[in-house]
Structures are given as C-alpha cells and as structure tokens.
C-alpha cells in the first residue's frame, strides 16, 4: 500500500515587502526630482535679482558728477558801471574715475543763497517744465542768452540751467544729447542775476553781450553770502558744493568761488 501524501500551501509575504519597498522609492525620487525642480528655479530667481541688485548698486556708487571749479561773473553795463553782486554760476564739472554715462538731461540742480532756493533743469529738458523758450539744439551761446534774458511762462533762472562742452574727445556731448562720458569735461551755467542788476538794467554778462537786460534768478549774492549748490543726478550719489563769497568782489569781473 502507498503511504498517505499530505499537501502543505507555503505562505510567502516576500514578494509583497518588495512591491511596497519599490512603490516607496519611486515616491522618494519623485519627491527629490520636484524639490530639486523648486531649489534650481528658486535659485535662478535669486540669481537675476542678485545681478540686478548688484548692477544697481553699482551704478549708485559709481556713476558720480565733480564739481572741479565755480566762478562767478558779475553783470555790467557798456561802459565801467558794474553790479555789486555776482549774476552768474560757471561750474566746471567732470566725472569721477570708473563713474558710468550721464545724461544731462536729467541732472536736477538746487540752488540757494539762504533765503531762495530754486531746483532747476536743463534747458532742453522738455519733460518737467517745457524746454525752455527758443531753446537752441546746436548754439550754447544762443541758449545761454536765452537763459539770462528770457522767460517762459517764469524767469528762465528760476527753472533752468545751460552747459557748454569744454572736453568732449569722442564728440558725443552735444545741446540736444548732453551725455557725459568718462574723461568729458562741462561747463555749467546757473543765472544768479540779483534784483538789483535787473533793475540798473544791466546786459553785459563779462564780455557776454545778452542783447537784452538781464531778467532776475530772485538770488542774492552779495559779498559774505553762503551758497549752497547740489547737483542729483538719475542715478548715483549727489554731488554738493558749498562755498561762501568773498567779503568783497573790488574791481573783479569775475571771481573765484570753489574750491
């Protein structure tokens, strides 16, 4: 007789334990893969912000207007006759050293000798005021007796200020794109006819004819006066100059003020 066969049925959970391991490790790499996802975008984000910030900051620092020299030039008549106070600005005015492009244009300055105070522009600034009346894109001198002279809607002193190129090696300063350039040297003109000078109807700005009497800035500036003068350009730092007149002009026509 054969003996009895007994089936056992083995119960095997390995394969089970496999699956869930495998279903857990792709979850992880698929957790892995988005936050990698989020850290590289984040971090791209982070960069141009930082490049940004940085070339801003830059600009803050270096983009910097000098004032090299200021002199004042009083106002006369065609004979020996001449004004007690000084009528006009010529500020000299560079950049510093690694300093970007300026324009101009968009050079705000104020000026005041204690009691008025102006913020003007350029008098090809057709954005804040209206250029100034008549203004001249090739002829500094047109616009700078235009300047001392003329009136818009109010004395063209009161809102405006001319310039001039001294050094301009590469040729791209000019009245209608004023962008200075590193090594680029101006001259700028601030109307500070007094009161006084408008009155005695003076017209001869040094050897300057203006072909009309000088209109007044409301300025001041007698002997012993403090003037204060900042330049704020669209970016960078602002530039100040402060200096008080000397105690007194004698026969002068034209006076050293700063440094």
Do not use: W
Request: net charge neutral.
């Amino acid at each position: 007789m054969k003996a009895n066969k007994t089936l056992f049925m083995k119960t095997n959970t390995r394969a089970q334990v496999g699956i869930g391991t495998l279903i857990i490790f792709i979850a992880m790499v698929l957790v892995a893969a988005v936050a990698a996802a989020v850290l590289i975008q984040t971090s791209g984000i982070l960069q141009q912000k930082a490049q940004s910030t940085g070339k801003q900051s830059t600009q803050e620092v270096s983009s910097n207007l000098m004032v090299k020299n200021i002199e004042g030039v009083r106002a006369k008549d065609s004979s020996t006759s001449t004004s007690a106070t000084i009528d006009m600005l010529k500020l000299s005015v560079g950049l510093n050293v690694g300093s970007s492009p300026v324009d101009v244009n968009q050079v705000v300055i104020s000026i005041t000798d204690g009691t008025i105070a102006h913020n003007l522009v350029y008098a090809g600034n057709a954005k804040t005021y209206g250029k100034m009346t008549d203004f001249n894109t090739t002829d500094a001198t047109v616009n700078l007796k235009k300047l001392l002279t003329g009136t818009t809607t109010v004395a063209n002193p009161l809102r405006y200020y001319t310039v001039d190129r001294i050094r301009d090696e590469d040729q791209s300063f000019s009245q209608a794109n004023p962008v200075m350039n590193t090594g680029d040297l101006i001259i700028v003109y601030l109307a500070t006819t007094s009161p006084s000078a408008n009155s005695a109807a003076y017209e001869y700005m040094g050897a300057l004819d203006a072909d009309a009497v000088l209109v007044s800035s409301q300025l001041n500036l007698v002997p012993r006066t403090t003037v204060n003068i900042v330049m704020t350009p669209e970016s960078g730092a602002a530039t100040i100059a402060e200096f008080v007149t000397p105690s007194s002009y004698g026969v002068k026509e034209t006076v050293q003020l700063y440094p």
